[in-house]
């Protein structure tokens, strides 16, 4: 009598877990497919913009295969999991499951597996760090200054050395950088302050801008567009603002940019690195006093 009961009771709970396991899928689908475009594509992207430089694309790998690791080893775990749970469950006969205190084979495995895991994220992570910060022959230098609450842009318009042309923001102004498509470029990042922070989300790269410090990278945009920029450190008390806009365009709008620059006044031997700016505090309210750096 228990042993029918046992059986009937699994095929009981068989049956409601196929249909649960139906319910939820569709639900998933159902919700999947009323999402908006925007939404899905940052699923199939795992919440990751669209690579907008030749260097992000490497980035974007390594996050998405590095998902696919963590959800492959998720599977295993839960597989592990439910299997012990089912195959050393109380059977209808009351008796207690084998109670083993250890199992040296499998725990031999859960320590050397995850140490192959960090092995490989490793080395994968050095690959794709060497890949993004390679030095190579760029065709541009941009000298970028972090100050306090905005940035500055200097242009160089002889290689790495001689004269710029330059925009700069303020507390009222966000800057906008310009970019020329199938260019790589090389930006010098500079603070006369505190430590900032620059990056573009569309580029998938950011860096620390250290005062005292010239870090550097490079990238190579791939596609025209509209961007956006920002200081991804806590600055200070108006880190908000430390916002830049990025327009990517074409090498001969580029070169006619970087003419109606040197045409409005913005030109200097030098790049602006010493902060003329960064106790400028336009547009915030505040009085001349409690503004600027230290």
């Not at 908006?36 to 594509?41: G, L, R």
């Not at 992207?45 to 260097?55: I, K």
């Given at each position: 009598?228990?042993?029918?009961?046992?059986?009937?009771?699994?095929?009981?709970?068989?049956?409601?877990?196929?249909?649960?396991?139906?319910?939820?899928?569709?639900?998933?689908?159902?919700?999947?497919?009323?999402?908006?475009?925007?939404?899905?594509?940052?699923?199939?992207?795992?919440?990751?913009?669209?690579p907008a430089t030749e260097q992000a694309h490497y980035i974007f790998e390594l996050w998405r295969?590095?998902?696919?690791?963590?959800?492959?080893?998720?599977?295993?775990?839960?597989?592990?999991?439910?299997?012990?749970?089912?195959?050393?469950?109380?059977?209808?006969?009351?008796?207690?499951?084998?109670?083993?205190?250890?199992?040296?084979?499998?725990?031999?495995?859960?320590?050397?597996?995850?140490?192959?895991?960090?092995?490989?994220?490793?080395?994968?992570?050095?690959?794709?760090?060497?890949?993004?910060?390679?030095?190579?022959?760029?065709?541009?230098?941009?000298?970028?200054?972090?100050?306090?609450?905005?940035?500055?842009?200097?242009?160089?318009?002889?290689?790495?050395?001689?004269?710029?042309?330059?925009?700069?923001?303020?507390?009222?102004?966000?800057?906008?950088?310009?970019?020329?498509?199938?260019?790589?470029?090389?930006?010098?990042?500079?603070?006369?302050?505190?430590?900032?922070?620059?990056?573009?989300?569309?580029?998938?790269?950011?860096?620390?801008?250290?005062?005292?410090?010239?870090?550097?990278?490079?990238?190579?945009?791939?596609?025209?567009?509209?961007?956006?920029?920002?200081?991804?450190?806590?600055?200070?008390?108006?880190?908000?603002?430390?916002?830049f806009n990025v327009e990517v365009v074409s090498p001969e709008q580029y070169e006619s940019y970087?003419?109606?620059?040197?045409?409005?006044?913005?030109y200097a031997e030098e790049p602006l690195l010493g902060g003329e700016y960064s106790t400028e505090?336009?547009?915030?309210?505040?009085?001349?006093?409690?503004?600027?750096?230290?």
């Amino acid at each position: 009598m228990g042993h029918q009961l046992h059986r009937r009771t699994s095929v009981v709970l068989q049956r409601y877990g196929r249909r649960a396991g139906l319910v939820a899928t569709s639900l998933g689908l159902v919700l999947l497919a009323g999402c908006s475009a925007e939404t899905q594509h940052e699923w199939r992207n795992l919440a990751m913009p669209d690579p907008a430089t030749e260097q992000a694309h490497y980035i974007f790998e390594l996050w998405r295969w590095s998902w696919v690791a963590a959800l492959a080893t998720g599977v295993v775990v839960w597989g592990l999991i439910f299997w012990v749970i089912w195959h050393y469950r109380r059977r209808h006969d009351d008796e207690v499951p084998v109670q083993t205190r250890y199992n040296l084979p499998l725990e031999i495995f859960y320590t050397v597996a995850p140490i192959v895991m960090v092995i490989v994220f490793f080395y994968h992570t050095v690959e794709t760090q060497n890949a993004v910060l390679e030095d190579t022959d760029q065709e541009r230098t941009i000298e970028v200054v972090g100050q306090q609450w905005s940035w500055t842009f200097n242009h160089r318009l002889e290689g790495d050395e001689g004269p710029v042309v330059y925009t700069s923001g303020a507390g009222g102004n966000v800057p906008t950088l310009v970019l020329p498509v199938g260019e790589t470029i090389q930006f010098n990042l500079h603070s006369p302050d505190v430590i900032h922070d620059f990056g573009v989300p569309a580029f998938l790269m950011k860096m620390d801008v250290v005062p005292g410090r010239v870090n550097h990278y490079e990238v190579t945009p791939e596609v025209e567009g509209s961007f956006r920029g920002k200081c991804y450190e806590l600055c200070g008390t108006y880190h908000s603002r430390m916002l830049f806009n990025v327009e990517v365009v074409s090498p001969e709008q580029y070169e006619s940019y970087l003419q109606q620059l040197e045409a409005e006044g913005n030109y200097a031997e030098e790049p602006l690195l010493g902060g003329e700016y960064s106790t400028e505090q336009e547009g915030l309210g505040e009085d001349d006093d409690e503004g600027g750096s230290e």
